[in-house]
């Protein structure tokens, strides 16, 4: 396996085991919430806001080792997480809404596409080397 395949390949599964822990963290917030009474889409927001703190220093420190100065990936970041935010509300509201899966499919399913999102954001543009991006 070249070096580039390899680096990649490792990178990749520490975004995977990092984006585990996210969904899990997603997961159980949102749904707490949405037992406790709130909609779906606050819940969701709410869940989303908490774990953008955590995902930022896994990311940051773990997936992707990133030495890339805060003043210039903090406000990547933010505009990566609203852009999230934004992606997953939609996508609530359109499973659960428009497709009518229950609230734990939907959280699932919204999680999952966003997770996917978000990487690609992050390795090419919030924690990309600085002659790179």
Do not use: D
Request: proline residues 2%.
């Amino acid at each position: 396996m070249t070096e580039f395949l390899k680096k990649n390949l490792y990178e990749l599964v520490r975004y995977i085991f990092v984006g585990i822990i996210l969904i899990i963290i997603f997961f159980v917030i949102s749904n707490v919430l949405y037992h406790l009474g709130l909609t779906p889409s606050v819940s969701t927001l709410i869940a989303n806001c908490i774990q953008i703190v955590v995902a930022y220093v896994l990311n940051r420190k773990f997936t992707f080792r990133s030495n890339i100065s805060h003043v210039r990936s903090i406000p990547r970041y933010a505009l990566r997480s609203l852009i999230n935010i934004i992606f997953m509300q939609l996508t609530t509201f359109f499973f659960y809404e428009v497709a009518h899966l229950s609230f734990v499919f939907t959280s699932i399913l919204s999680a999952c596409l966003t997770t996917t999102l978000s990487y690609f954001l992050a390795k090419y543009w919030v924690f990309c080397s600085e002659h790179s991006g």
